[in-house]
């Protein structure tokens, strides 16, 4: 089961998204900067959401943490202004997304899902040859994980595949 990592001051928030991501996730909620990065250290979480505004620290002073540990955690913040610029910085800076408060469970629990997958397609490794002769030993090797990755080498294969039909 994938592990989130709610990080807010406000304990409506936690107790929300706890109730609301259980059933899909395994849920460890922090109520300060401090406390989630602990917790981030010590566990392994697939996702992180992450108010903008925390009593210790700034939200995207913590994101940039966060992605020190760890860049392929995918970052969701949780803003009161959808539209504020923090959250616009935010996803310029590469966060995942981000979610307006009031959180509704629906569009959360569908986001977080979202989340989730993008973390575990990108901890797969995906290796395929750039040369079709593999006998030298010596191939050059095009490695990604992403879904735009993974997409492109299939586009690549297929075009190798009618070039050598010609």
């Known amino acids: 089961m994938p592990s989130v990592l709610v990080i807010d001051d406000d304990r409506s928030i936690l107790t929300l998204a706890e109730k609301t991501l259980s059933a899909i996730a395994s849920v460890e ?13 010590n566990d392994d979480f697939d996702t992180v959401l992450l ?21 392929r955690i995918p970052d969701v913040f949780m803003t009161i202004e ?4 923090t959250a616009i910085e935010a996803m310029q800076l590469g966060a995942f ?8 469970v629906e569009p959360l629990r569908h986001l977080i899902e979202k989340a989730t997958e993008q973390r ?5 490794p995906v290796a395929i040859s750039a ?7 010596d191939a050059e090797l095009l490695i990604g994980r992403s879904p735009a990755m ?3 080498f299939k586009a690549i294969e297929k075009s190798a595949s009618r070039m050598s039909r010609s």
């Open 82 to 85: 959808a539209a504020s610029s």
């Open 120 to 124: 575990q397609v990108s901890s797969v």
């Open 150 to 152: 993974l997409d492109l």
């Open 29 to 41: 909620t922090a109520e300060t900067a401090g406390e989630g990065l602990e917790k981030l250290r």
């Open 51 to 71: 108010d903008i505004q925390l009593p210790d620290q700034n939200g995207l002073a913590v994101y940039c943490e966060i992605r020190e540990h760890d860049r």
């Open 97 to 104: 997304d981000y979610i307006g408060k009031p959180l509704s």
């Open 131 to 137: 040369d079709e002769d593999l006998s030298g030993g």
